[in-house]
């Protein structure tokens, strides 16, 4: 842009035909892209729907009830606790309590199961992997070179969020055509 001779009656690199046209193609790829993102203002069935901001997928009822309740069952909690165990003396002190088990985002994560040697193994990502391999390799011997050839995470990360949505992209196309010809492996 900088280099630009001021006698060439051609104009500015970016309004030849050819740069037009290339342009308007990205443009287009742009839209197209952005249109295939599922927004979460667009849904017209309930405005007070949660959605998560990762994948645009709305919660389940389960869900959203826990993430909008979450500060009135907590300070329910500690009340029923007061009233069991010291008004009442219905429970023990020290026994064991009950955890509100709250469900958030994390449980909507889509969840891959691995079958070897007849053993279902839950796959998931885990947030300090690479802390627990580092671990491990001083006392066994890892090649990490090998290791780190293989995807770290049930979905790879260019293709799902963190929490196991997958990501609208050209990638993702080619994954579920890939998935379409792929031969479905039979489990004995």
């Excluded at 389940?60 to 010291?86: C, H, N, W, Y």
């Excluded at 006392?139 to 050839?149: R, T, Y």
């Amino acid at each position: 842009m900088a280099g630009i001779n001021v006698h060439n009656d051609r104009g500015h690199k970016a309004a030849r035909p050819s740069e037009v046209k290339e342009a308007c193609k990205d443009v287009c790829n742009l839209k197209a892209a952005f249109l295939q993102f599922s927004t979460p203002f667009s849904h017209t069935s309930v405005p007070d729907d949660l959605y998560c901001l990762s994948s645009g997928l709305p919660t389940s009822s389960e869900v959203s009830a826990d993430m909008t309740q979450f500060r009135d069952k907590g300070s329910v909690a500690p009340e029923t606790f007061l009233q069991s165990r010291i008004v009442d003396k219905t429970l023990a002190f020290h026994s064991p309590m009950k955890k509100l088990c709250l469900k958030t985002f994390a449980t909507m994560a889509v969840k891959k199961v691995a079958v070897c040697k007849q053993k279902s193994v839950q796959v998931k990502a885990e947030r300090n992997l690479l802390s627990s391999i580092l671990l491990l390799s001083q006392k066994v011997d890892i090649d990490l070179e090998k290791l780190f050839s293989y995807p770290m995470s049930p979905l790879p990360w260019s293709l799902a969020t963190a929490d196991g949505g997958l990501i609208k992209t050209d990638k993702l196309q080619l994954l579920h055509h890939i998935e379409r010809k792929a031969i479905p492996d039979t489990v004995e």
